[in-house]
């Protein structure tokens, strides 16, 4: 016996459910490695600015503990008078600059550049102003 059209039920075929799914999972194979990237570098920067904020930080303490402090690939994490290293640089970064910068007991340093390598071996440069030690961020 055959049910009248407005009777009839109404849902989606198989064949339409399996297309559906196939372009989800086809977007979500995009998608995730994109925002996987994306929240590596988002990671990245953060914890870039956070050790240009410590650089700007031991001009101010170097002069409250009347310490002059020079920062090179081996003396980085050297405590000073206070008891905490000069740097506390995030799991997975090192400085690979052979290069020295001097932060004076004075509250100025000599300026400079530091190489930094971050987790994933990425090369970057903090270029630190003489005086005023203001850091500014190159990436190479």
Request: glycine share 4%; charged share 20%.
């Amino acid at each position: 016996m055959l049910r009248p059209a407005a009777a009839r039920e109404h849902g989606f075929t198989l064949i339409e459910m399996m297309a559906v799914l196939t372009l989800a999972a086809l977007m979500a194979g995009v998608a995730i490695p994109a925002m996987q990237r994306w929240f590596e570098s988002v990671s990245e920067r953060a914890q870039l600015t956070e050790v240009s904020i410590q650089f700007q930080r031991l001009a101010s303490r170097a002069a409250l503990l009347s310490q002059t402090v020079k920062l090179d690939k081996q003396s980085w994490n050297t405590k000073l008078n206070d008891g905490e290293p000069a740097l506390s640089l995030p799991e997975g970064w090192t400085v690979s600059s052979d290069k020295s910068v001097i932060f004076y007991h004075s509250g100025v340093c000599a300026g400079g550049e530091v190489d930094l390598t971050a987790p994933q071996k990425r090369q970057l440069r903090l270029m630190i102003a003489p005086v005023s030690c203001d850091v500014s961020i190159v990436k190479r």
